[in-house]
């Protein structure tokens, strides 16, 4: 009974994060780095890293859209933003 108690608490403890394996285990840095910022530069942080600048390139082009996906459910419509009234700016760099 002993055994089959360590046993069950043995595979429990190994799924509760304790491997490197998993969302919380991943490694890894990426050259690309997506960083967003106020204006002038202020405040920026790393959002996203990406392989290459092309998939940053289009990350950043898709997320300066508008998108809407309650209006139709099932489909997402994106139009461009108005740019205007941007409060925040994003960059790929390396």
Request: with cysteine; proline share 2%.
């Amino acid at each position: 009974m002993t055994k089959i108690f360590l046993g069950v608490a043995l595979v429990l403890l190994s799924s509760c994060g304790l491997n490197d394996a998993g969302v919380k285990g991943a490694k890894g840095d990426t050259p690309i780095r997506y960083v967003i910022c106020g204006g002038l530069e202020t405040n920026c942080f790393v959002a996203a890293r990406f392989k290459d600048f092309d998939s940053c390139g289009s990350h950043k082009q898709w997320s300066e859209m508008l998108c809407d996906r309650l209006s139709n459910p099932g489909t997402m419509v994106c139009k461009r933003e108005n740019k205007t009234s941007q409060v925040a700016f994003a960059y790929c760099t390396s």
